[in-house]
Nanobody, 118 residues
Framework: QVQLVESGGGLVQPGGSLRLSCAAS????????MRWYRQPPGKERELVAL????????NYAESVKGRFTISRDNAKNTVYLQMNSLKPEDTAVYYC???????????WGQGTQVTVSS
């Protein structure tokens, strides 16, 4: 079955960096677009970044452009989110996501907490 396992979150000071990883299994990773979402406290989940199956195209939310970089290693079935120049408003639970099947069923990992605070 589809499984997504995020890691790499933690507490970081403003201006710091973190690299999130998402290990995928149970589907053909190299053929699937992957996404990172986040859910700030008390707010709805929002799309942060996405990357096409080959990594040739990426897209970012305006709020993270120029600071975050999404990448993938298809040999390792892993997608990454490099987060630089972190701000307190980046505090959230970060989730990776894939959609499978004709109907596009969403699959989520358990999430990883990122807290940006001094």
């Amino acid at each position: 079955q589809v499984q997504l396992v995020e890691s790499g979150g933690g507490l970081v000071q403003p201006g710091g960096s973190l690299r999130l990883s998402c290990a995928a299994s149970g589907f053909t990773f190299s053929r699937n677009l992957m996404r990172w979402y986040r859910q700030p406290p008390g707010k709805e989940r929002e799309l942060v970044a996405l990357i096409t199956s080959t990594g040739g195209t990426t897209n970012y939310a305006e709020s993270v452009k120029g600071r975050f970089t999404i990448s993938r290693d298809n040999a390792k079935n892993t997608v990454y989110l490099q987060m630089n120049s972190l701000k307190p408003e980046d505090t959230a639970v970060y989730y990776c996501n894939t959609r499978q099947g004709v109907s596009g069923v969403n699959y989520w990992g358990q999430g990883t907490q990122v807290t940006v605070s001094s």
